[in-house]
């Protein structure tokens, strides 16, 4: 696939129905994903919560009753561990297939290893609460509400609107034409049900019920690469 030498700005993007078009007219698209992750504080600077340890799995309503004798052998195979943040990757791998679908080549400088290790030595002030970003938007002139914003950015609405609005139909479709998770032990039936019976207004509650969209996700990536 041949593309234009010409960059532009991710922030510059159009509407999906006009990508093509705008695709034709440029063909590299530079991102700024990685950025915050890039300059983020690491965890012996900043001692934060995981994203959840695997023995919480135990607790979960929809876990499968094999799950806690597969759970000593989960990290058993896995890759070593990448240069890049994890959460960098995920959103790269989660951004490609859209744009190269619509001929855009995407090009991440902060997701370079040398940007990476350039992030890792700067120093901590710059780094603690984002401040060499929130100098960078101060500096092009940019007020107070958007360098230092009250509210702190967040997808946790997201999540739950996503789940609430979308995700019961599609469980209701896995419960009804099968799938590997279930025929595996490794997800309950029963319990997910009760799970998705909770993805309601009202009902929801953030701690509990996000979890249930790795189900989801992970049942649409294994459909998909089994057939």
Known sequence: MKHRRMVCDIRELPNVPALKQWAAERGTVV???GGDEMAA????????KGLGEITDAQILPWVGPRVPSVLEFADDGIAP???INSMTLL????????LLKHGLWPVH????PDM?????????????????QRRRLAALGMSDDVVYPVERESFAEVVEHALITYAPKLFARMLAEGSVLLDEGLVDPDGLRTAVDRLTPGRYVEERDAKILEVLSL???ATAFLH
């Open 81 to 83: 561990p990448a240069l």
């Open 109 to 112: 400088p902060f997701a370079d």
């Open 31 to 33: 991102t700024g994903l």
């Open 91 to 98: 959103t790269l791998e989660t951004t490609a297939p859209v």
């Open 41 to 48: 504080l690491t965890q012996e600077e900043e001692p934060h």
């Open 219 to 221: 049942h649409l990536s």
């Open 116 to 132: 990476v290790g350039l992030g890792e030595q700067l120093p901590f002030a710059w780094r603690e609460l984002k401040q060499l």
